[in-house]
Structure formats: structure tokens, C-alpha cells
């Protein structure tokens, strides 16, 4: 069955960085976009970044362009999300989500999701 | 960036009545890419409905979508104790794509 793990949450101070991980496995991950969507506590949800199944392209939410980047191991089927330059409003549960379509037909709404890492930006 | 908007805030009714959840687009969804998912306290959201009107996999048959361009419903025709939960809609014919304020389906 598909599961996706994430990990790599805490506490960090504004203005540091962490990296957050998702563990793949159940399905071919590389065929698949995948995606980090985050909620803030008691907050909806939104979308932050996608990366095509083969790496070939990211694309990010305004509120993370240029701080945050997606990257992807094929190797080791696990997808990643680098975020610096961390603020406040970062605060959030991070999920990583798995495409609802195969290959290049991504189609940005989400099949499988994680449990979620919990990232607190707090001095 | 299309601006999802979900009525009621809250919806409290008993186990075996009809749930009616309205989501509304500020610009037309093209192609009626709208999604609905539900999300349990503690939980991941789950996929229910794609297209605005299709299935995911393994949902029962209660759980339906209808309406197209700005106007959007979630159909649950009879409430099981299970179905009490948050539900968002999500658009993703646009960029940004974007998410509703959610509807919190609560027992009366």
C-alpha cells in the first residue's frame, strides 16, 4: 500500500533553516509529482511546492519562492523540502502529497498524503 | 488567484441526515478542476472527489460532487458517524491553486 513518511519537524529559530524529508514506498515514485502542502495550526491548507516525477521542474508558492526548495532522490524514493531564511509564519504542519496523476499529466490535486511534520518558527 | 469560499462555516446535524456543503470561486474553476477532501482532527486529508463530480478510489457511494464554473457542492446523502469531519475544497484549473476555508460537519 502507499505510505509516505515525513520527518525532519521541530523547533527552530527565525532566520535558520531545516530540512524536512518524505519517505516513499508502495508505489513507483518515480512516476509520480509530488508535492509539500502545509497547515498552520487551526488553519486550512496550502499548497507550498511540486516537483516533477524526474526532477525536471519545481514550482513554488509566492509565500516560499526563493527561501524554500523541493528536491527529489529517486534513488532512495524520498522527496525533500530545504527551507531557509524561516519566519514566523512558516509555523505549520508540513505534508507531503503524491499527485493524482502519472508522469508529465500532473494535475495538482493530491491522491495520498502523509501524517505530517510539524515545523514551529519560534524565538 | 481564485479566492474558494465554503458555507456554512459549520454544519451540525444527527447520523443518517443529508449534509449539503457549498463551495464558491471567485473566478470561473476551468474545466471543472475542483477537488473536496476530508480531513479528521489529527489526520492527513483524504481525497474524495476530483473533477467535481468523480469518486477517489475506495469512497462510498454517499459521498457525492456536483456544480461547475463558480459554484461547487459536496453531497453527503446519509451522515455515518465516520463522516463527521472538516472538508475542504481545493481548485487546481489555476495558479495559484488554492484552497477553501474548510466546513467543519458536526454532530447536533
Known amino acids: 500500500q502507499v505510505q509516505l513518511v515525513e520527518s525532519g519537524g521541530g523547533v527552530v529559530q527565525p532566520g535558520r533553516s531545516l530540512r524536512l524529508s518524505c519517505a516513499a514506498s508502495g508505489f513507483t515514485f518515480s512516476s509520480y509529482g509530488m508535492h509539500w502542502v502545509r497547515q498552520a495550526p487551526g488553519k486550512g491548507l496550502e499548497w507550498v511546492a511540486v516537483?516533477?516525477?524526474?526532477?525536471?521542474?519545481?514550482y513554488y508558492a509566492d509565500s516560499v519562492k526563493g527561501r524554500f526548495t523541493i528536491s527529489r532522490d529517486n534513488s532512495k524514493n524520498t522527496l525533500y523540502l530545504q527551507m531557509n531564511s524561516l519566519r514566523a509564519e512558516d509555523t505549520a504542519v508540513y505534508y507531503c502529497a503524491r499527485d493524482a496523476r502519472l508522469l508529465w499529466e500532473l494535475r495538482y490535486y493530491f491522491d495520498y498524503w502523509g501524517q505530517g511534520t510539524l515545523v514551529t518558527v519560534s524565538s | 488567484e481564485i479566492v474558494l469560499t465554503q458555507s456554512p462555516g459549520t454544519l451540525s446535524l444527527s447520523p443518517g441526515e443529508r449534509a449539503t456543503l457549498s463551495c464558491r470561486a471567485s473566478?470561473?474553476?476551468?474545466?471543472?478542476?475542483l477537488a473536496w477532501y476530508q480531513q479528521k482532527p489529527g489526520q492527513a486529508p483524504r481525497l474524495l472527489i476530483y473533477g467535481a463530480s468523480s469518486r477517489a478510489t475506495g469512497i462510498p457511494d454517499r459521498f457525492s460532487g456536483s456544480g461547475s464554473g463558480t459554484d461547487f457542492t459536496l453531497t453527503i446523502s446519509r451522515l455515518e458517524p465516520e463522516d463527521f469531519a472538516v472538508y475542504y475544497c481545493q481548485q487546481y484549473g489555476s495558479s495559484p491553486k488554492t484552497f477553501g476555508g474548510g466546513t467543519k460537519v458536526e454532530i447536533k
Open positions: 473566478q470561473s474553476v476551468s474545466s471543472s478542476y
Open positions: 516537483i516533477w516525477y524526474d526532477g525536471s521542474n519545481k
